[in-house]
């Protein structure tokens, strides 16, 4: 065995130890990079936030959900132990076996959590379209789940990396906090980043299959074109209410992320343009319309009416704070949850007038997609 496959081993054991003791860790591995980076949290649970304040200057990783509710809140997992793609020590890996802390507050079993059936999604899709119409919204990003059960080879540690071979533009990780659940990912979207006294963003939206071509090749019809300005407008509406100056802006430019193509647009700015105001920025952000929509709080109101799913960290946030230098946010999307027998995918696509519903029911298909490519070779 080489090197590196001795390294992703020992990497592979940390997370069957957590997910087995039901021990609080995240395991992720950025876009573009190589190295994968475990967060261990096994002599206390993950604080529950109340506010974000300050929560850039803690080191850790954050989840929260698309809105925050009495079952659903914001979760900080301060690690006790991080690990990098070093060698993990034996000795560590037996004394974690050994931690039975939290076996206690295991909960994997699925709770009135159904698929969602056509008919309720493109009814959904119509409704927002006639509100639209009427001048109620903008846009209006409707989501469905779909309940599959667990194949018995299946093993979340070589899904995991499985996906990071496969996903390497995306944000993989692997996640186990009591409160939130277990959930994997390998998301395109990213909410925030701060690295070398910059801070980046992004507004990503419109969605086409990948036909193999060269990514440029790819054009975009009107309701795309809409969708993608809906999101870029609000990034920059917010950006000067902030008064945010010094903006660096590229795109829209084609961006791959797994099966489909996007538009992105790109923004960066000095970090000291936010002046102690990562919180402020982070909750304006968030949800952006590219999960949500348009007027913000009214197209969420309308999520909340009219899907029977409970998106829970679906569309949320998540992402590592001052580890390495950087912290990193990113929106949860191509995402599931983990249960003992079964897991729920989560996906969603942005309505606006010019949406047809089947074809949009066909998008949040191809999305799903991200996770069933690979969870299908089980």
Request: aromatic residues 10%; charged residues 20%.
């Amino acid at each position: 065995m080489n090197q590196q496959n001795t390294k992703n081993s020992k990497q592979k054991l940390l997370q069957e130890i957590c997910l087995k003791q039901n021990i609080p860790f995240v395991s992720y591995r950025l876009p573009l990079e190589t190295e994968i980076i475990s967060l261990v949290q096994q002599h206390s649970l993950p604080e529950k936030l109340k506010t974000l304040n300050n929560i850039e200057k803690n080191t850790g990783f954050v989840v929260s959900p698309f809105t925050e509710t009495v079952q659903h809140g914001t979760y900080f997992l301060k690690p006790d132990d991080i690990f990098f793609s070093n060698e993990i020590e034996n000795i560590y890996l037996k004394k974690l076996s050994e931690n039975n802390l939290f076996l206690s507050s295991k909960d994997k079993s699925v709770q009135n959590i159904n698929t969602t059936f056509p008919a309720e999604f493109i009814s959904n899709v119509n409704q927002a379209k006639y509100a639209m119409l009427n001048g109620k919204y903008n846009k209006v990003v409707l989501s469905k789940i779909r309940v599959e059960e667990l194949d018995d080879s299946f093993s979340a540690p070589d899904f995991f990396d499985r996906l990071c071979s496969k996903y390497p533009h995306a944000f993989v990780y692997l996640m186990q906090i009591p409160g939130v659940g277990c959930w994997m990912g390998a998301t395109p979207e990213l909410l925030l980043m701060l690295e070398n006294e910059r801070v980046n963003t992004v507004s990503l939206a419109g969605t086409q299959i990948s036909t193999g071509v060269d990514i440029e090749s790819y054009n975009w019809k009107p309701k795309e074109i809409q969708e993608q300005g809906i999101v870029t407008c609000y990034i920059e509406k917010l950006l000067q209410s902030l008064f945010i100056e010094n903006i660096s802006k590229t795109g829209p430019e084609n961006y791959q992320a797994g099966n489909l193509i996007h538009l992105k647009t790109a923004f960066e700015f000095p970090v000291n343009e936010l002046r102690n105001r990562f919180s402020d920025f982070l909750k304006a952000l968030h949800p952006t319309p590219s999960v949500g929509g348009l007027p913000k709080e009214d197209a969420i109101s309308f999520i909340l009416a009219n899907e029977v799913h409970d998106r829970a960290y679906y569309t949320g946030f998540l992402g590592p704070l001052n580890i390495n230098k950087k912290s990193s946010i990113f929106v949860n999307l191509r995402c599931l949850q983990l249960f003992d027998k079964q897991f729920v995918l989560y996906s969603g696509a942005g309505i606006t007038s010019s949406s047809v519903a089947e074809r949009e029911w066909e998008e949040t298909d191809h999305k799903m997609m991200t996770m069933m490519n690979v969870m299908n070779k089980y």
